[in-house]
C-alpha cells in the first residue's frame, strides 16, 4: 500500500469454507493458530462521531500452552496528545507529512505533530466499561493503545472462552488512515476501530503498541450489527446479510423495500475466516457494483459530488479493476470471497479486509497505480499475513512486486523491467548510509525513509532479483506454492525461502541472509580482461551468481553463468554455465575461445549491483 510515497520509488482454487476447517484445527504437524468469533453490536452517533458498543468474543486457545492473561489493542487511544505515537511524531528525523504541520519555512521545515494540537472532541479513544470471562467479572487495565486482561481463570490448550465487553469510542479527527472528516471531506474511515484480540502464536504474545505501522490479527469470524442515521451508505468488510433493509444500492430492485422508520438504519455484516473488519460510511457515497462472471462482486463507494473528471476515473476503475483482480488470482491464487470493496476515504491508500480505503481526487494513473497495489495486498497482507510489524517487507515488498507486473500487463507497458523505481530507491539509501536491515521492527527504523524503502523497495527486490538467482519461471511458481502452502497462516521470512528452494531446488539460505539481516551490499567488476582470460573481483560484501556477457573481437557474443558454490545448483539457462564461485575468494578468472573485445556483467539490471561503473569493460 502507499502509505508513505517517496518520488524515488513508485509505486490452485480454495474455497473459504476448505480453508476455515483446516486453519480451525488446533494442530497439523507442528503448525497451531488461535481462533476468534466476534460478535458486536455498534450505536453510532454522527453528531458526536461517538458510538456505543457491545462484544461478545468467543477466543479458542489452539496452542499448546496454558494462557493466564490475553491482551486487546484499543488502537483509537493513539491519537491522543499524551500517546507513544505523538511522542515518536514529535522526535523522528522525517515524520510522516499528513501527520504533521510545518511552523517553519520550505527552506528551513519545523514541524509540530497534529495530534498535539487535537481538541477533546477530535482526539479518539476507545474506554472499556465492563468485561466478564464466561460471565464473571474480569480485572483489566489500559495502557496506552493496549488492553491487558488478568484472567480469573487460566484457558486451558484446546478450551475456548466468552469474553463480553461494553466499551465506549470516540472517533478521532483523520490524522492517519482512521478518522472522520478527512481531507476530501468523507465523513467515517472506520479502520482499526473496535478492541481488537492481540494475536498469540508459536513466538508469544504480540502486543506492540500502536505507533504508526500495521497490523496482526486473529483469523476467526465476525457478525457485526451496525445502527447508524438513514442517509448514510456503508461498505466495507463481510458480506450484507439484509440489503433489502437498507437500499443504497445493495438490494435486489425486482424484490420491495422493506426500510425501517426512524433516523437510523441497521446494517448487519458477517464475515468468515478473516482476521479484521473495516468499514467506511458518509451520507454522500454513490455506490456501483460490478459483478464478475467468477462470482465476485465489485463494490465501488466514492464521492458523488467529485469533480466531473474525478467521477468518470472512478467509473473507469472498474473493469479495470476486475481485470486486476483476475491477475492476482491467476499469478498468486485464487480470491476465495464473494465481495471486494474500493472505498473513497483515509489518508492515501491502505489495504483491509475484503476492501480498501483511498483518497479519490487522483490522476488516473494514480487512481489505478494504487488500487492495484491495494488489491494486491488482499493476498500478502490479508490471505497470507505475515506479522507486519515484524516483517514489512514481505508484505510491502511482494505487494509491490505482483502490482508492479499487474500493471506493466494491464496497461501494456512492456518494460524490461517494470521494478526499476525500487532499484532507484535502494540505491538511495545506500548512498546516503541510512539503510537498516530488514530484520529491525518496522516501529523501531531511525528513519520513515530507511523503513519505507527497506519494505516497499528492497523488499520488492527481493523477488525481482531472485528471478535473476533462480529463474523468471521458478519465481512465479514460487508465489503459487507458497500462496497454496502457506495462507490463512502467518508465514515467516524462512517460509518463503524454503518454498523457493523446494520449487528451484536452489539453495537460498545464503540469500535470505544477506539480503534480509544484514545491510551488506553487492558490488561485482571487471579486474582485468588479457585476450583470452577474464578476471572478475566481488568487491560488495554480499555475494551472488553472475551473468555477463562477452563480445569478442569478431563481432560474436557469448553469455555466461557463474553461479554460487552455496546454491548448489543454477537456474534454468540458455547460457554456457562455468565453475561454481566459491564466494570466500574475492577474484574468479575465466578463459574463452576467442580474444574479447568486450565484457558487460548484468545487463539486465536484476542484481542490485550498488556500482554499475566497474561493470563494464571495453577493449580500446
Not at 456505543?52 to 496454558?66: H, R, V
Not at 469510542?169 to 481488537?196: C, F, H
Not at 566481488?538 to 562477452?550: A, H, Q, S, T, Y
Amino acid at each position: 500500500m502507499k502509505k508513505i510515497i517517496y518520488s524515488i520509488s513508485l509505486l490452485l482454487t480454495i474455497s473459504c469454507t476448505s480453508v476455515a476447517q483446516e486453519t480451525t484445527v488446533i494442530k497439523k504437524g507442528n503448525y497451531w493458530q488461535q481462533h476468534v468469533d466476534y460478535t458486536m453490536d455498534i450505536d453510532m452517533n454522527v453528531k458526536k462521531n461517538q458510538y456505543k458498543g457491545k462484544q461478545t468474543l468467543i477466543y479458542t486457545n489452539n496452542s499448546p500452552n496454558e494462557l493466564t492473561k490475553v491482551f486487546y489493542h484499543l488502537y483509537f487511544n493513539a491519537f491522543q496528545p499524551s500517546s507513544q505515537m505523538n511522542a515518536r511524531l514529535e522526535s523522528i528525523k522525517d515524520p510522516d507529512a499528513r501527520m504533521v504541520t510545518n511552523i517553519g519555512t520550505p527552506e528551513n521545515p519545523v514541524f509540530e505533530s497534529r495530534i498535539t494540537k487535537l481538541k477533546d472532541s477530535e482526539i479518539g479513544y476507545i474506554k472499556v466499561n465492563s468485561l466478564t470471562q464466561n460471565g464473571k467479572k474480569v480485572s483489566h487495565e489500559t495502557i496506552g493503545t493496549i488492553l491487558e486482561v488478568n484472567l480469573n481463570k487460566a484457558i486451558q490448550s484446546g478450551e475456548s472462552v466468552t469474553f463480553e465487553m461494553d466499551f465506549d469510542a470516540q472517533v478521532p479527527l483523520q490524522i492517519r488512515r482512521t478518522g472522520r472528516d478527512n481531507k476530501e471531506g468523507v465523513a467515517l474511515s472506520m479502520s482499526q476501530w473496535y478492541p481488537k484480540m492481540a494475536e498469540y502464536d508459536i513466538e508469544g504474545w504480540h502486543t506492540p503498541p500502536y505507533i504508526a505501522r500495521e497490523f496482526h490479527g486473529v483469523w476467526g469470524n465476525f457478525d457485526v450489527t451496525l445502527h447508524i442515521d438513514k442517509k448514510y451508505v456503508v461498505g466495507g468488510t463481510g458480506n450484507l446479510q439484509n440489503p433489502q433493509e437498507v437500499g443504497h444500492g445493495y438490494e435486489d430492485t425486482t424484490k420491495n423495500l422493506n426500510l425501517p422508520k426512524g433516523k437510523k438504519l441497521t446494517w448487519k455484516f458477517k464475515g468468515e475466516n478473516i482476521h479484521d473488519f473495516t468499514w467506511a460510511a458518509d451520507p454522500e457515497y454513490a455506490h456501483d457494483i460490478l459483478k464478475m462472471k467468477n462470482g465476485i462482486d465489485l463494490h465501488f463507494l466514492y464521492k458523488k459530488d467529485l469533480d466531473a473528471e474525478f467521477l468518470e476515473r472512478w467509473k473507469k476503475l472498474q473493469p479495470k479493476t476486475a481485470e486486476l483482480m483476475i491477475y492476482f488470482s491467476e499469478h498468486i491464487g485464487q480470491y476465495p470471497y464473494k465481495q471486494y470493496s474500493v472505498i473513497q476515504g483515509g489518508d492515501g491508500g491502505m489495504e483491509y479486509a475484503q476492501c480498501t480505503l483511498i483518497t479519490g481526487k487522483r490522476s488516473w494513473g494514480s487512481l489505478f497505480g494504487v488500487t492495484a497495489h491495494e488489491l494486491a495486498h488482499t493476498w500478502f497482507q490479508f490471505l497470507l499475513a505475515t506479522n507486519e510489524s515484524k516483517h514489512p517487507w514481505m508484505d510491502e515488498g511482494f505487494t509491490t512486486y505482483i502490482s508492479n507486473k499487474a500493471v506493466d500487463k494491464i496497461l501494456d507497458k512492456i518494460e524490461d523491467n517494470p521494478h526499476n523505481g525500487s532499484y532507484k530507491g535502494y540505491n538511495y539509501i545506500v548512498s546516503k548510509g541510512i539503510e537498516e536491515p530488514q530484520t529491525t521492527h518496522a516501529d523501531h527504523y531511525h528513519t520513515n525513509t530507511a523503513y519505507g524503502i527497506a519494505s516497499y523497495s528492497k523488499g520488492n527486490i527481493f523477488l525481482s532479483q531472485l528471478e535473476y538467482v533462480i529463474g523468471k519461471e521458478n519465481v512465479a511458481k514460487t508465489l503459487k506454492k507458497y500462496f497454496t502452502d502457506f495462507s490463512f497462516k502467518h508465514p515467516t521470512p524462512n517460509d518463503i525461502k524454503r518454498t523457493a528452494e523446494k520449487v528451484s531446488g536452489i539453495h537460498l539460505d545464503w540469500y535470505l541472509n544477506e539480503w534480509t539481516q544484514t545491510t551488506h551490499t553487492i558490488d561485482y567488476g571487471v579486474k582485468s580482461v588479457n585476450d583470452k582470460e577474464i578476471t572478475l573481483e566481488r568487491i560488495g560484501k554480499m555475494p551472488m551468481p553472475i551473468d555477463l556477457e562477452v563480445t569478442y573481437t569478431d563481432g560474436t557474443k557469448g553469455m555466461f553463468t557463474i553461479p554460487l558454490e552455496v546454491m548448489r545448483g543454477h537456474k534454468p539457462t540458455e547460457a554456457t554455465v562455468l565453475k561454481d564461485w566459491g564466494w570466500a575468494y574475492p577474484t574468479y578468472t575465466f578463459k574463452v575461445s576467442k580474444n574479447v573485445q568486450n565484457v558487460q556483467l548484468n545487463k539486465t539490471g536484476f542484481m542490485a549491483d550498488v556500482n554499475t561503473a566497474n561493470d563494464r569493460f571495453s577493449k580500446q
